[in-house]
């Protein structure tokens, strides 16, 4: 609670609260976030749960439509799941993946980044020539290859084992950004006082690197972090729709927007029209979040 009060003292604490944009989006976010935590109280149904779909219940529109003859307030999807339902377990698995493929990429971006910006020599050049490497290859690309080797080498893996490979694929490209971000802050701080009179007085170049350089290279990856969590939401989203992302079984906003879309022309548009609306909520919350971030740690816009 103190770490609360203090942080709405702080500039960036202030910021927040002089920004309504900001504090729209980290309420949106909250709520997202909470649902998807807490889906098995909050969920009318659980869509996982095969023994209670009925396929009468497919397809059937939303509450207000036909004069409320249905029972499901969003509609249900083809399997007779309820559409709300499914929405809230599908945040889960996309903010599940999108912050666990982020947070992998912060940890080997950051640290493969820090050592090449404060070795430098051969190091940095090898890093960054692997970082160059990485960045021919479109991120998507990449995602629907791993995706797709990992399914045929494991047809019949358990679910688990296919969002491992979902997260994997999504942070393989995803830290060459964190690395170059790092490493060019990096070479600035190395040469500053602090850095050389830690090393007159014989600490460790190792303790160096994380207790006194990494505090001051955060800034820049706590807002593209924040920025990337949407772009991975929307990476897995797109994986999902094209069939190499999450099982079929797991209702995906992906995926939920992939069966949909095959009865978007026959009328039955709440399929994939809120699954769609859910997903753009998601990532703009987000991004805005990201965005004034960004103008908060900015001494220059202040």
């Not at 702080?10 to 976010?29: C, E, H, K, N, W």
């Not at 960054?128 to 290859?137: A, E, G, K, P, T």
């Not at 303790?207 to 593209?224: A, S, T, Y």
């Not at 995926?255 to 753009?280: A, K």
Request: charged letters at 15%; glycine letters at 10%; one cysteine or more.
């Amino acid at each position: 609670m103190n770490f609360f009060k203090r942080w709405l003292d702080s500039d960036v604490g202030y910021s927040f609260r002089q920004s309504p944009t900001a504090m729209l989006a980290a309420g949106i976010a909250f709520i997202c976030l909470f649902c998807s935590v807490f889906a098995g109280w909050v969920a009318p149904t659980n869509p996982f749960d095969l023994a209670t779909l009925e396929l009468s219940d497919a397809r059937l529109p939303p509450a207000w439509m036909e004069g409320g003859s249905s029972k499901f307030l969003l509609g249900t999807d083809d399997q007779g799941r309820d559409i709300l339902s499914a929405l809230i377990y599908g945040s889960r698995i996309s903010l599940v993946v999108g912050l666990a493929s982020v947070i992998l990429s912060v940890l080997v971006g950051v640290g493969l980044g820090l050592l090449a910006g404060f070795k430098g020599g051969w190091i940095d050049a090898l890093l960054m020539r692997l970082c160059d490497v990485m960045l021919s290859f479109p991120a998507i690309l990449v995602a629907l290859l791993i995706a797709g080797v990992g399914r045929a080498l494991f047809p019949n893996a358990h679910e688990s084992l296919a969002f491992g490979v979902l997260i994997l694929s999504i942070s393989l490209t995803g830290w060459v950004q964190y690395a170059r971000t790092v490493r060019g802050t990096t070479l600035v701080e190395r040469n500053k006082e602090y850095v050389q009179a830690a090393r007159v007085t014989g600490v460790a170049p190792l303790r160096i690197m994380f207790k006194h350089v990494l505090p001051n290279v955060m800034g820049p990856v706590m807002v593209l972090a924040t920025i990337q969590v949407a772009t991975a939401i929307i990476t897995e989203a797109t994986l999902s729709f094209l069939g190499v992302g999450a099982p079929p079984t797991s209702p995906s906003l992906g995926t939920l927007i992939r069966i949909g879309n095959d009865y978007l022309f026959s009328g039955e548009w709440w399929i994939t029209i809120f699954p769609g609306l859910m997903l753009v909520v998601i990532a703009l919350s987000v991004n805005l979040l990201g965005d004034w971030l960004r103008d908060a740690l900015n001494p220059r816009l202040r």
